[in-house]
């Protein structure tokens, strides 16, 4: 009877762990196809909406934000009644301050919980350069000379470690989001025709897009990422820098213009939908929000609203000044035109396909706050 004891245990530890290995197999894999098909659907209503001449309206949420209980979104409902239909994040801080990840996720996935969509941007620092504030915007405006990120790019080098360090660590969150279900509309190195930050005007720029995409994308396996490429209005061609083998999903521009009616919005659409006119152009940055007339004339599929003062001039240290500002009354024009479309009016359908599967039962910040009226 001995003899037999410790072989069979042995056996049945084997049997188990197939069976365990099996379950989680098919719960991995069945995790993979319900991410796959919500960023199916989530990059094929934004094809849609485009047809439907309607444009989604998104509200940033910028990195010190997360903490607060009342974020731009929230403020934006206190102003308007609704809620944005996009939320921007910001993977800036996620690096370097690790309480920082923590809340990034925990507002992605209460957006997404309610079927919100979820945009991230990434001001990744300079990554072979000093920052005394470990990562901070001031470290992405460390400029990079043409050698030194030729040097980044080249496999093995010093430079390039550093550089896939910070690729490898914004690789987990972005990981952690897929595992809970959520996709990511995902803007890494933009306004990059522009010099202030150390990727602009870079010419192996493509290269760049191109090797975070295979690090992200093919050697991490996210496939809860749209990938969307942005650039900064109408400063300088954006053709160069456009990636040659990997194209974005979804093409943009950044623009910061006092007048909501300005050429700029049309002059920018033109140049980079020539870049790819089969891709869904986005308004992905802006400061005052744009007409009626330029929401028509460009159609984008979504406008994403600058956050904090950029959604009253009042907020502004100094109102005189923040002349891309908007009044309270543009922001709430804006969230009634029966072109846009918020948080409440996007698809049933959509929003359970969205949502499906995904809890924030222990949220970090407190749900629904009521926001001061006034801010000082």
């Avoid at 507002?107 to 072979?128: F, Y």
């Avoid at 992905?284 to 959604?311: I, K, M």
């Avoid at 359970?352 to 949220?363: E, K």
């Amino acid at each position: 009877m001995n003899r037999w004891k410790a072989p069979l245990a042995g056996r049945c530890a084997v049997v188990v762990a197939c069976l365990f290995l099996a379950s989680t197999m098919a719960q991995a894999s069945s995790s993979a196809a319900t991410i796959q098909t919500k960023r199916a659907a989530i990059l094929n209503y934004v094809h849609d909406v485009q047809t439907q001449k309607k444009t989604l309206v998104g509200v940033q949420v910028n990195e010190f934000e997360v903490y607060l209980d009342c974020t731009s979104a929230d403020r934006v409902f206190a102003q308007t009644g609704k809620h944005p239909a996009i939320m921007g994040l910001e993977l800036m801080n996620a690096i370097a301050y690790p309480p920082y990840k923590s809340y990034l996720i925990d507002r992605a996935l209460t957006q997404t919980a309610v079927g919100g969509l979820v945009e991230m941007s990434w001001h990744e620092r300079n990554p072979v350069e000093v920052c005394p504030r470990g990562e901070f915007f001031d470290c992405v405006k460390k400029p990079m000379s043409a050698e030194t990120f030729r040097a980044m790019l080249t496999k093995g080098t010093p430079e390039h470690r550093l550089w896939l360090a910070d690729v490898d660590a914004i690789a987990k969150v972005l990981a952690t989001l897929r595992d809970r279900g959520v996709v990511v509309l995902f803007r890494p190195y933009h306004e990059l025709n522009r010099e202030w930050f150390w990727w602009g005007k870079q010419s192996a720029y493509p290269e760049l897009w191109d090797a975070l995409y295979g690090e992200l994308a093919v050697r991490h396996k996210l496939d809860n990422l749209i990938w969307v490429w942005s650039v900064d209005r109408n400063t300088l061609d954006p053709a160069p820098f456009f990636p040659v083998q990997h194209k974005p999903d979804v093409v943009g521009t950044d623009v910061y213009e006092q007048d909501p009616d300005s050429p700029v919005y049309a002059s920018a659409h033109a140049k980079v939908t020539a870049l790819d006119p089969s891709a869904p152009f986005a308004l992905t940055e802006v400061g005052v929000a744009p007409s009626r007339n330029v929401l028509d004339a460009v159609n984008p599929a979504w406008v994403l609203l600058w956050g904090g003062e950029f959604l009253n001039s009042d907020w502004a240290l100094d109102p005189a000044n923040c002349q891309y500002c908007n009044r309270p009354e543009q922001v709430a024009a804006l969230f009634k035109l029966d072109r846009v479309v918020t948080l409440g009016e996007l698809p049933a359908k959509l929003r359970a396909m969205v949502s499906a599967g995904v809890t924030d039962r222990h949220p970090l910040h407190r749900p629904n706050p009521t926001c001061p009226a006034k801010l000082h």
